[in-house]
């Protein structure tokens, strides 16, 4: 099959017209994408446990993000890229698996490099699960390119704010080692990643063989500048995630003496922020623009960060779910975004989106590690307070949606 049969226009189940999107097969993505960050989550949320356990510094601590999420960065792209030419319905349940012998080896890990070995393991079934399963939400959305990716991508948000609640509930009790009965939930991520890959298998032969996309013609230069601001969109979001979700529960425990249990609570407040903002994102993206969305969402952000160092545990709690929620309704509109810039290549978009959420993510943990361990874990959260003032460059984007409009 060729790339502009892979990549032309979206639609529903196998021989129905695109005329609303394919909830069952939405559904199921999203699913599988809350079983497969749900198992990620863990990981992130396990660090207490890893540094009492092994004794490591903050840097250590940044080093295992930084493994983990350079891991997926890097092969996102590649294999989004090469997706774009062979389409590979079936590699979504051996991502699962991946991440399943992951999570093995952190809960039986006997030293630090075991945990490595557990965050690469991770990572790589990450890799693996987001560009094909973005490009089935779209082909899934009849046209409804937002809803699509909020639907999808709330499951991973979902799945991500879950995770402290299991170790607080399950796995504190218990001991790392119950980390393993987790691998349940992986092994249910595998079956119905298996069906997700029967459908998309099945949309794929169903579709016409010549149907080809209508592209509309955009200057290299303007797209490689567009995508440079989005890079530094997207830097800016998740240098500031990459903050809460590594280190957040150390500077509550630090700031305020609150008990790991109640600070892997509050850590639930943000994350839950961030997957109901995942869930309006792109719907209101499909209603207002793009644009809009990505220019509020993170610059909208800045008043509530620049005041969260400063504020008592309650208020601190309470901005963080605010800063979730505007934070988080910018990525499925900037991945809508980028998708309708430059169409055709969904897989390649979406893989290097992902990838760099991953990947910045990382980057930025290992050097707030080192920044926390030489200036303390208060003045982290004083510096990254002025990331979202980079949502100004939004200002500098084009008007996708207008353009198609007059189109």
């Known amino acids: 099959m060729t790339a502009t049969t892979t990549n032309s226009p979206p639609g529903p189940a196998p021989g129905r017209p695109a005329t609303r999107p394919a909830f069952g097969a939405l559904g199921a993505a999203s699913l599988s994408h809350f079983l497969n960050d749900m198992t990620q989550s863990l990981f992130l949320a396990s660090y207490p446990l890893f540094k009492g356990g092994f004794a490591l510094s903050f840097a250590q601590i940044g080093f295992l993000t930084l493994t983990y ?35 093995l080896s952190l809960a039986f890990a006997t030293n630090y ?104 013609p955009r200057d290299p230069a303007l797209v490689r500048r567009v995508m440079a601001l989005l890079i530094v969109l997207i830097m800016s979001k998740y240098l500031y995630v990459a903050s809460i979700s590594s280190y957040y529960i150390f500077y509550l425990m630090h700031r305020f003496g609150i008990s790991e249990h109640a600070a892997q609570m509050d850590l639930f407040v943000f994350l839950a922020g961030m997957a109901v903002g995942t869930m309006i994102g792109g719907p209101i993206g499909d209603r207002i623009g793009r644009k809009r969305v990505i220019w509020i969402s993170i610059l909208g952000a800045l008043p509530f960060t620049l005041a969260l160092p400063y504020t008592p545990l309650a208020v601190t709690v309470g901005l963080s779910g605010v800063v979730g929620v505007i934070l988080a309704s910018a990525f499925p509109a900037i991945v809508v975004y980028g998708q309708e810039l430059i169409p055709g290549k969904v897989g390649t978009v979406s893989g290097l989106f992902f990838g760099l959420a991953f990947g910045i993510g990382g980057l930025g943990a290992a050097l707030l590690g080192i920044v926390a361990d030489r200036i303390g874990i208060d003045g982290v959260y004083r510096i990254c307070a002025f990331l979202p003032a980079l949502g100004l460059l939004a200002v500098f984007l084009p008007d996708l949606d207008r353009e198609a409009q007059a189109d």
Not at 196 to 216: C, F, N
């Open 113 to 216: 490099a075991m945990l490595v070995i557990g965050a690469v393991l991770l990572g790589t079934g990450s890799s693996i699960f987001h560009p094909e399963s973005s490009r089935i939400a779209r082909l899934a959305s009849g046209g409804a390119h937002g809803l699509a990716q909020s639907v999808f991508q709330i499951g991973g948000n979902a799945g991500t704010a879950v995770g402290p609640l299991l170790i607080a509930w399950f796995v504190l009790p218990h001991g790392r080692h119950a980390l393993a009965w987790f691998a349940l939930t992986a092994l249910l991520g595998v079956i119905v990643m298996s069906w997700l890959g029967r459908w998309y298998s099945a949309h794929l032969k169903a579709r016409p063989a010549g149907r080809t996309t209508a592209a509309i």
């Open 69 to 103: 999420q350079v891991t997926a960065s890097l092969l996102q792209p590649v294999i989004g890229r090469y997706t774009d030419r062979h389409p590979l319905p079936y590699s979504l349940p051996f991502g699962m698996a991946a991440s399943l012998a992951g999570l």
